[in-house]
C-alpha cells in the first residue's frame, strides 16, 4: 500500500516563503506524476504545479516565477518552494502522485492527506 504524507504547511506573512515536502512510501516500483493541487474555502481545487519523473514541469499561471516544483527520485520525495506568497495562495495544499506499485499493472492515483498553508496580510 502507499502512502503519501506531506509536510511544511504553515502560517506566514505575505511577502514570505515555504516549502512543502510529500513523501511517498509503499511497496513503490515506480512514480511518473508528482503534483501539487490546492483548494481554498469555496472554490474548486486546482493544480499548482506538478512534475514528471524526468523533471519536466508544469505551473499554474498564478504561481509562475514565485513557486518551485522540484522532486527527490531516490527518495519519492516532491517539493514545493513557495515564495513571495500572498494571502490568495492561503489554501489546503495536497500532493498527488501517479505510482506504480511493485505487483501492479497500471499506475494509480495517489493523495496526500493535505496541508494548510494560511498567508496573513
Known amino acids: 500500500q502507499v502512502q503519501l504524507v506531506e509536510s511544511g504547511g504553515g502560517l506566514v506573512q505575505a511577502g514570505g516563503s515555504l516549502r512543502l515536502s510529500c513523501a511517498a512510501s509503499?511497496?513503490?516500483?515506480?512514480?511518473?506524476?508528482m503534483g501539487w493541487y490546492r483548494q481554498a474555502p469555496g472554490k474548486r481545487r486546482e493544480l499548482v504545479a506538478s512534475?514528471?519523473?524526468?523533471?519536466?514541469?508544469t505551473y499554474a499561471d498564478s504561481v509562475k516565477g514565485r513557486f518551485t516544483i522540484s522532486r527527490d527520485n531516490v527518495k519519492n520525495t516532491a517539493y514545493l518552494q513557495m515564495n513571495s506568497l500572498k494571502p490568495e495562495d492561503t489554501a489546503v495544499y495536497c500532493c498527488?502522485?501517479?505510482?506504480?506499485?511493485?505487483?501492479?499493472?497500471?499506475?494509480?492515483?495517489?493523495w496526500g492527506q493535505g496541508t494548510q498553508v494560511t498567508v496573513s496580510s
Open positions: 509503499g511497496s513503490i516500483f515506480s512514480i511518473n506524476l
Open positions: 512534475i514528471t519523473s524526468g523533471g519536466s514541469t
Open positions: 498527488n502522485a501517479l505510482i506504480l506499485w511493485v505487483g501492479g499493472l497500471t499506475p494509480r492515483s495517489s
